[in-house]
């Protein structure tokens, strides 16, 4: 058990909390929810500080109740938008509500007693209610001017925008109001760009219902640089190893900053707040060895991977860096050797003729263009700078046939130590 508010301060978390929050949470075990967008089958590295929020709010004793917006996934959020967002069909909603409720079941714990972490759809409760129904007992009660003032209906006002998405703010209210009453629920947790769309459910419950509701926000995560959290050149990063293989997602925490890390290691790791202190100690020692990023990177890999992809993707990485083996090689996934080569030069040649072998000069000259003239590969050779599948290459006669390809399918060549080419068999 613990301060939840305590720890979520600590740790950099809090935005906004409405008073009487503090009391409520010591006072009572607390059912409270977040809402997650179900665009996409799967939720990325962006929607992972409300998970932790939820995870602390059910380590500290209380109930947490993950809500997937199947209904308002339909209708689409303004908060923190320019535009509106495509919207989906029931169909593919119900498969991306599907998929996101196995990621949150690596974090919370669904089956402990009492504050058993439940997953709640809005489908269920707003699919057979009527647009009359809903004005009539929602609408009602909230009014123009209170709906107008929000921030993020005033920011897209100039530009532009749908009652569909005007709406908004009056289904989250209901969907607090649904599960204040039909759950006991009275808290609602979020982003800080949600907290106007939070204090419409508990204004509505209050009006409603005579009865207090309570809301929280969390900071929103912005990297040192001004860029945003959680993309990459590539794109966003995803918790589905299909979308962002195990090997990526460590290295986008390895990668992080100094400061970025510093930050990152608060929120989205379990470490308690000394051995934090002492990891950031131990990291101003030797900065060079990038303890903080690696220590954050492990932590958040095997949570959301697995402990043997954490380790599969540390090795991948120290291929990049010189200590790999052919046979270290051998042992990776395709995916991951994909990951980790990505961008390299690439070269196809025919499986039929390496079946026969192609020698060396010939495959790296003529069909690779790894080196631009045989004499220039005899004179790399000499020196000692020619690798194949990391291992050192010396023969200048040397045959290269089916048994040397990775995975039945690929050659890794090194030209020095750091230019790689990769060579597929086709």
């Not at 607090?176 to 947790?189: D, E, G, P």
């Not at 700078?385 to 040397?398: D, F, H, I, R, T």
Request: hydrophobic content about 35%; proline content about 3%; aromatic content about 10%.
């Amino acid at each position: 058990m613990t301060n939840f508010i305590e720890e979520l301060k600590w740790r950099g978390m809090i935005h906004d909390v409405m008073p009487g929050t503090d009391k409520l949470l010591e006072t009572e075990m607390t059912s409270g929810y977040i809402g997650f967008d179900p665009t996409s089958d799967s939720l990325h590295v962006g929607s992972l500080a409300q998970i932790m929020t939820l995870l602390h709010f059910q380590r500290a004793g209380h109930k947490p109740m993950p809500l997937v917006g199947g209904a308002t996934g339909m209708v689409g959020d303004p908060s923190g938008k320019s535009q509106e967002r495509n919207l989906l069909d029931e169909e593919e909603l119900r498969h991306n509500v599907d998929c996101i409720g196995k990621q949150l079941a690596k974090f919370l714990d669904f089956n402990c007693g009492a504050n058993s972490a439940e997953l709640v759809n809005n489908y269920d409760w707003t699919k057979d209610v009527s647009f009359l129904q809903f004005i009539r007992d929602i609408g009602k009660h909230i009014t123009i001017n209170y709906m107008m003032a929000k921030d993020s209906v005033q920011n897209r006002l100039e530009g532009g925008m749908s009652f569909c998405e005007f709406t908004y703010q009056l289904l989250q209210g209901f969907d607090f109001y649904h599960l204040y009453t039909a759950k006991n629920c009275k808290l609602q947790m979020g982003g800080s760009d949600q907290w106007g769309n939070i204090v419409t459910g508990t204004e509505l419950i209050r009006r409603k219902t005579g009865g207090e509701a309570f809301a929280l926000t969390t900071q929103l995560i912005k990297k040192a640089d001004g860029t945003k959290f959680g993309k990459t050149e590539s794109g966003n990063i995803w918790l589905d190893r299909k979308k962002t293989s195990p090997y990526k997602f460590y290295q986008f925490w390895l990668n992080s900053s100094d400061e970025d890390s510093k930050k990152y290691i608060r929120i989205f790791t379990l470490y308690t707040q000394d051995e934090i202190i002492a990891i950031e100690k131990e990291h101003e020692q030797a900065p060079h060895l990038r303890i903080l990023q690696k220590s954050l990177a492990k932590d958040i890999t095997i949570r959301v991977h697995s402990e043997e992809d954490y380790n599969a993707a540390v090795e991948a990485s120290e291929i990049l860096f010189g200590k790999g083996t052919s046979e270290s090689l051998s042992k990776m996934d395709e995916e991951t050797f994909l990951s980790v080569f990505e961008g390299v030069p690439q070269f196809k040649v025919s499986k039929s003729e390496l079946e026969k072998g192609i020698p060396i000069a010939e495959l790296f000259v003529d069909k690779a263009s790894i080196f631009p003239s045989k004499g220039e590969l005899r004179r790399t050779l000499q020196g000692g700078g020619v690798y194949m599948n990391k291992e050192l290459v010396s023969a200048p006669e040397m045959s290269i046939g089916a048994s040397n390809l990775i995975n039945g399918k690929y050659i890794l060549a090194q030209k020095g130590k750091k230019n790689y080419f990769l060579i597929i068999a086709e």
